[in-house]
């Protein structure tokens, strides 16, 4: 069956189509060790970790590879500020050296790897630290340097955009509209959008650095990318990914660096949207993502002192595409900790019990089978595969032993661990599934079925059953 996915490359859903026929190769852009990670950063990885699921699921081979920044990752994506890695160590008050730097690395490394693995995601392929990859950066940029896309300011080499008459393409970006920074402005760039392939030691960094042909210093974030994703994919492959605030600089650098030396790069580029929590300056309800530098994110760390499951998390994302923002909120989270642990309650109870129409329990087994794949491989349409294991469990038809071997095949894609035993919590009707019941009846009011039945979908998903009564709409646990 074909997979169908949003390249943000075109702006359009597209289908799939591998450079090596049953193999996958992607790249997904990791986390800067700096400090902890935060819910917000785990969806992107999830979302990596549920593609890659579903390329298995249709009996690809995949490489996944995710970068380990752990060097030239600047405070500001205008390529000004800070180190991000120079910045923990003087947070953690420790010495300024390379050495300190890979030590803190190593500390923050060894916690992703930890919350990776409370939210089921598989260990990618390779784990590239930036800073075992320093000569592929000075080859890369020594590359572009010989082919005439790199000048010299006082301050580090920069790559030229102009001499790439296609930067800006991706995305749609505006290249007349000078983006923000949060700390100024480099009156030495010959254009705005020019960006830093290697960074000049200096004062943020106490002379760090590594020796170059071109000067002591730092490899940009953007170079990195592409030195690694090439070293360990090759000079072309399969599939990008990345967050949605990737899209107006860092990956549009990436291919204008890596198209310029040479390399075809990566066919399709997937990006996730945010997660989003209430802004705390804003009291008319407002949001923005979750982000380590607004000092508003919430790391697993938390869910675990709350005692909340960790994939009761992953069930969250599954509930919508991964291309539409999330709001976060402490209930929209323990309900689906609830309807996660029901629907592991359900599965432990399936035992051998059979019906009698075989015959027809074979043409739904194959149904469900056929709709989980049209979903999954519908950009990821993980809502509605949740919503499948629901109607397998409720479904009367089935017999026990069919149910679990379905939703337990479904569970290598959505990795809830539904074969785990956990007790069912108490829960009172939340806000959120209160507010998609007025949403929807709303919606069956005007008359808007499709919306109507959109909704339901989604309430169904986060594990409630939807009833429409003569007195009203009536929403329980399933």
């Known amino acids: 069956m074909d997979i169908f996915l949003h390249n943000t490359k075109s702006g359009k859903k597209e289908r799939f189509v591998p450079i090596k026929k049953g193999e996958v190769s992607m790249y997904n852009c990791g986390p800067t060790v700096y400090d902890y990670v935060h819910v917000g950063n785990l969806r992107s990885f999830i979302f990596a970790d549920l593609l890659r699921r579903m390329f298995e699921y249709n009996k690809y081979e995949v490489k996944q590879v995710m970068n380990i920044t752990d060097i030239g990752h600047l405070v500001s994506d205008g390529d000004d500020g800070e180190d991000k890695m120079t910045k923990a160590l003087k947070r953690l008050k420790k010495p300024l050296t390379l050495e300190a730097m890979r030590e803190v690395a190593n500390f923050y490394f060894s916690k992703f790897k930890k919350d990776i693995k409370d939210v089921n995601i598989k260990i990618p392929s390779e784990f590239p630290f930036a800073s075992d990859n320093?000569?592929?950066?000075?080859?890369?940029?020594?590359?572009?340097?010989?082919?005439?896309?790199?000048?010299?300011?006082?301050?580090?080499?920069?790559?030229?955009?102009?001499?790439?008459?296609?930067?800006?393409?991706?995305?749609?970006?505006?290249?007349?509209?000078?983006?923000?920074?949060?700390?100024?402005?480099?009156?030495?760039?010959?254009?705005?959008?020019?960006?830093?392939?290697?960074?000049?030691?200096?004062?943020?960094?106490?002379?760090?650095?590594?020796?170059?042909?071109?000067?002591?210093?730092?490899?940009?974030?953007?170079?990195?990318?592409?030195?690694?994703?090439?070293?360990?994919?090759?000079?072309?492959?399969?599939?990008?990914?990345?967050?949605?605030?990737?899209?107006?600089?860092?990956?549009?650098?990436?291919?204008?660096?890596?198209?310029?030396?040479?390399?075809?790069?990566?066919?399709?580029?997937?990006?996730?949207?945010?997660?989003?929590?209430?802004?705390?300056?804003?009291?008319?309800?407002?949001?923005?993502?979750?982000?380590?530098?607004?000092?508003?994110?919430?790391?697993?760390?938390?869910?675990?002192?709350?005692?909340?499951?960790?994939?009761?998390?992953?069930?969250?994302?599954?509930?919508?595409?991964?291309?539409?923002?999330?709001?976060?909120?402490?209930?929209?989270?323990?309900?689906?900790?609830?309807?996660?642990?029901?629907?592991?309650?359900?599965?432990?109870?399936?035992?051998?019990?059979?019906?009698?129409?075989?015959?027809?329990?074979?043409?739904?087994?194959?149904?469900?089978?056929?709709?989980?794949?049209?979903?999954?491989?519908?950009?990821?349409?993980?809502?509605?595969?949740?919503?499948?294991?629901?109607?397998?469990?409720?479904?009367e038809s089935l017999g026990e032993k069919d149910k679990k071997k379905l939703v337990m095949g479904f569970d290598k894609v959505l990795g809830l661990k539904l074969n785990k035993k956990t007790k069912v919590k108490k829960v009172e009707i939340p806000e959120n599934i209160k507010m998609l019941v007025t949403e929807r009846d709303i919606a069956r009011a005007n008359k808007d079925f499709a919306k109507s039945d959109e909704l339901r979908k989604e309430i169904e998903s986060l594990g409630f059953e939807v009833k429409d009564t003569a007195e009203g709409t009536v929403v329980n646990p399933v």
């Open 134 to 395: 320093i000569q592929e950066d000075i080859d890369l940029v020594s590359t572009l340097t010989e082919k005439g896309f790199t000048y010299k300011t006082s301050d580090g080499i920069y790559f030229d955009t102009a001499k790439y008459p296609d930067y800006g393409k991706f995305g749609n970006l505006n290249t007349t509209e000078t983006p923000e920074s949060r700390i100024g402005v480099n009156t030495e760039k010959r254009n705005f959008r020019d960006f830093a392939l290697w960074k000049f030691s200096g004062k943020f960094n106490n002379d760090l650095g590594y020796d170059a042909p071109f000067g002591k210093g730092f490899p940009g974030w953007h170079i990195e990318c592409s030195a690694m994703s090439v070293k360990y994919l090759g000079p072309e492959f399969d599939v990008h990914t990345g967050g949605i605030d990737h899209i107006p600089v860092h990956h549009p650098n990436e291919i204008a660096q890596a198209v310029c030396a040479g390399y075809p790069y990566a066919h399709y580029w997937i990006h996730n949207a945010h997660l989003n929590i209430a802004s705390k300056n804003d009291s008319e309800n407002g949001s923005e993502k979750m982000a380590k530098s607004g000092e508003n994110f919430i790391t697993l760390k938390v869910l675990r002192k709350k005692k909340i499951d960790p994939l009761a998390l992953r069930y969250v994302f599954l509930g919508a595409r991964y291309s539409s923002p999330i709001q976060f909120s402490w209930e929209s989270l323990e309900s689906a900790e609830v309807s996660l642990s029901k629907l592991r309650a359900k599965v432990s109870e399936l035992g051998e019990k059979e019906v009698d129409t075989l015959e027809d329990q074979k043409v739904l087994v194959k149904n469900y089978k056929k709709k989980f794949l049209e979903s999954i491989n519908d950009d990821l349409d993980t809502a509605t595969a949740l919503a499948l294991v629901w109607d397998i469990l409720k479904n």
